[in-house]
């Protein structure tokens, strides 16, 4: 695991989609397509933005999928993955193809096997992700399934996950969170080529210090990067203000 940190969100997002845009361009030369997953969330604002103007990507080669997505929450919600992903990053590329998560789809098991049987034919070269407040990876809140080898399930959100929802201004009560999503599960991330790990702000930090100087543990979920030998975490200072010698 490498570890970046930038003095800001900006800073930290230009680098982090520079790696990004560097590993779409290796795999289409190396195998004529690139396979990516996007995340979505606050943490991500800055690297997808970057990210739509790196230069020189055939995104016609392009084939995405989705992290993580909300169970009954239309695509007209503000805090819609699918909508938030549309708007900020795909209508943004001409993409051979998007795989959403649909989690209007019933019963949600439904799509979850549809979503693993696509994926399953597109071994994923670069993943983009972030760590929760809680130290969630995707919508695997702890203690999270490490042993799991069904690429996207159910998942039930821990009341920390939906304060911090509420807290990043997607939902205008507490009550308003869903309880559930679909998320990718933490075997199927692990199977990325490359993981982009992008995580902004003061409120991430012991999150961070947990997951990158902590035991691996599914109390920590995103703690099982350190096991993934091409995992590069990008912090701006204050999400690594509780590290400590390992981040330079």
Known sequence: MKVVVSETPEEMGVAAASQAANAIRAAIAARGQANIVVATGASQ???????IKEPDIDWSKVIGFHLDEYIGLP????ASFRGYLKARFVDHVPMAAFNYIDGEVQPPQQEC??????????????SLVGIGE????AFNDPPADFDTETPYLVVNL????????LGEGWFPTFDDVPKQAISMS????????????????TRKAQAVAG??????????PASILQRHEHTTVYLDRAAASLLGERSD
Do not use: M, W, Y
């Not at 695509?75 to 503000?78: E, V």
């Not at 809680?134 to 990876?137: D, E, I, K, R, T």
């Not at 997951?211 to 920590?220: A, I, K, N």
């Open 75 to 78: 695509i007209t919600h503000p």
């Open 211 to 220: 997951s990158l100087e902590g035991p691996v543990t599914p109390d920590v």
């Open 113 to 126: 096997q549809r979503l693993g049987e696509l994926i399953a034919k597109h071994p994923i070269d670069v």
């Open 158 to 165: 821990d009341d920390a996950c939906r304060r911090q929802q």
């Open 45 to 51: 604002f800055t690297v997808l933005g970057n990210l």
């Open 134 to 137: 809680n130290g969630h990876l």
């Open 186 to 201: 933490i075997r199927q991330i692990l199977r990325s080529r490359e993981i982009i790990c992008s995580v902004p702000d």
